[in-house]
Structure formats: C-alpha cells, structure tokens
C-alpha cells in the first residue's frame, strides 16, 4: 500500500445544478432513494422529481436550488459509502462552497439531513425576498486578478462575492453598477464575462442585508453538534470546529464574500493532497485544478461514482 495521504470533501453550491441530477443514483442505488425520500416527506412535495425532471425554471428558483443540490449531494455521498466497502478515505477536512456548504454541516456531523434541508429551504426563501427588495445580479469575470478587481470595485461601487480561482471572480450589485464594471473590466483586460444565471439578487454582498434578520432567527431554531470533520468555512477561508463558530458563519455567509481559493490553500496548507468534489457537476474539481494543478481530484456526481471508487483502490494498492 502506498502511505496514507490527507483527504477533503468539498460540495458543490447551486451553480451546479442541472435538470436531471440525482436520477441515475436514484434508480440505482437503496441508499440514494432513501434521502431522496426523506427530504420528500420533510418538504411535503416531491423535490426528487424537480430534481429529475425539472422544469428548469422552477428547479432554479432560490428556494427550490439550494435544498436540491443539498439532498443530490448528500445522495451521491451515501451512495460511495454504499458501494466503496470501507473503501471510500474518511476525510481530514470539509468544505462547501456557498450552499454547498450545508451538504459539508451534514457530513461533519453537525445538522442532520432534515434539518439542513429545512434550514436551506429557509435560507433561499429569505435570499429571494432579499433580492426583490435590494435587486440586483452577478457577474462572473475572468483573467482579471483580485488587485484589478478591487480597483474596479472600488471605482464601480460593485462587491467581490467569489473568489473561486485566480482565473475565476464573481462580482455581485445592483443592474447600474454591474454594466460598468462589465465596461471597465473589459478596458482592463477581461476576455470572458458571463452573468451568473439562476440567482435572484446580488448574493453574497451587502445588497444581502434585508436577510440578515431572518436568518438569524432561522439559524437559532435548530440544533447543531460539534463538528466530528473541521469545516473549512467561506467566508474566513479557515476552519470551523465549534458549534458558535458554525452558527456564526451560517449568519455572516449570506453577505459575504465566498473565499474558495483560499479555502483550497488552507487545506492545501494543511496537508490535503486529494480531493472528493461530491455533489452534482464537476465545478469546484475545475476550480481546484486552477488552483493547484497537482492535487489529485475525484468526482463522484453520479452512477459513475463507482469508477471513482475503483480508482482510488488501484491508487492505493
């Protein structure tokens, strides 16, 4: 065997959702159906087969996304622990990127599926309302660094809300704003700007702020439990390892910046050379190999999960 090497399981936020995700477990898999079914009794409707079979328009809508890409997650993990027969490295560190970052509090332990499901639920239901009182957007520019970036901030009234790779940040503010720091990003070099799509305000910025009480109440009314895995949290980019420092960055998330290329170089920091992105899509693998071209990366996001396990066995061995 080869000696034992520190791994990290990072969850993909609602930018990876797709219409259709989560089927192919669902139909193969015992463990897959059952959180499935779970998060449909909880909610009191059926979430899998918005998952399955869309439409597309209600799938993304804030309050729907969020709690889907949770429970696909949270699916395709059960399901590599189903088939990996011990297989399956336990990990050193968590991570999720934005939403993403409930599916790491249940698989550290500290919520359960029900109830971060409930809580997403809420979360999106009060980011919506947020962004129909302070309306905005998000803009996804690339080959600009975070210097240039804060510059055009700066001049532009605009927030970096994620920083995902050094090729890769997100700005986030109201209609105005957001076409002029389109317009000078462009004089500054930028080769590529895309709007995010399927976000209903300007997350993860101060236009987030009409949340913030409802959030706070929401988070108040759930249990936590330490975290058994430390999570790597968003917006400090270091790690979690109490329930207060959980409950905090669950509250102060919502408005701030998504630091994912730092929360990448605190677990590369800290030892971690493979990492398992689990959830739907492949995003935060591409952010990683921006990041550090070295690491080595699993994707488990379906029924192909169980090559991913058998390649981590012939690595081993």
């Known amino acids: 065997m080869v000696e034992d090497v520190k791994v990290a399981y990072v969850f993909p936020g609602q930018e990876s959702k797709q219409v259709g995700m989560g089927l192919d477990i669902y139909l193969h898999y015992d463990s897959a159906r059952k959180v499935f079914d779970e998060v449909d009794n909880i909610l009191g409707f059926s979430l899998s087969r918005l998952c399955f079979e869309g439409p597309d328009e209600d799938l993304s809508q804030t309050i729907n996304v969020q709690a889907a890409v949770l429970t696909v997650s949270i699916a395709c993990l059960r399901v590599a622990e189903e088939i990996s027969e011990g297989a399956l490295p336990q990990p050193t560190l968590v991570a999720g990127h934005g939403s993403g970052e409930y599916s790491a509090l249940v698989a550290s332990g500290v919520m359960s599926l029900s109830d971060a499901v409930r ?24 080959d600009i660094d975070k210097d240039t970036m804060d510059d055009i901030c700066l001049a532009t009234g605009v927030e970096i809300s994620n920083i995902n790779a050094p090729d890769n940040i997100v700005v986030s503010g109201d209609t105005d704003k957001l076409a002029r720091a389109r317009r000078l990003a462009q004089v500054k070099g930028a080769r590529r700007i895309v709007p995010v799509r399927g976000v209903t305000g300007a997350f993860y910025s101060s236009l987030m702020e009409p949340a913030l009480e409802g959030m706070i109440n929401a988070v108040s009314q759930f249990p936590y439990e330490t975290p058994v ?86 690595g081993r061995v």
């Open 119 to 142: 809580l997403i639920r809420e979360r999106g239901r009060l980011m919506n309302e947020a962004g129909k009182r302070k309306s905005g957007g998000m803009l996804t520019i690339m």
């Open 229 to 314: 895995v430390p999570i790597v949290a968003n917006v400090t980019a270091q790690t979690m390892n109490t329930v207060e420092a959980v409950k905090e960055e669950l509250i102060s998330q919502i408005i701030h910046c998504i630091k994912w290329q730092q929360s990448v170089e605190t677990m590369l920091a800290r030892g971690i050379t493979t990492f398992f992105e689990i959830g739907p899509g492949d995003t935060l693998t591409k952010y990683i190999k921006r990041i550090s071209p070295g690491a080595l990366t699993f994707n488990i996001s379906n029924a192909q999960t169980t090559n991913e396990i058998i390649k981590w066995r012939k």
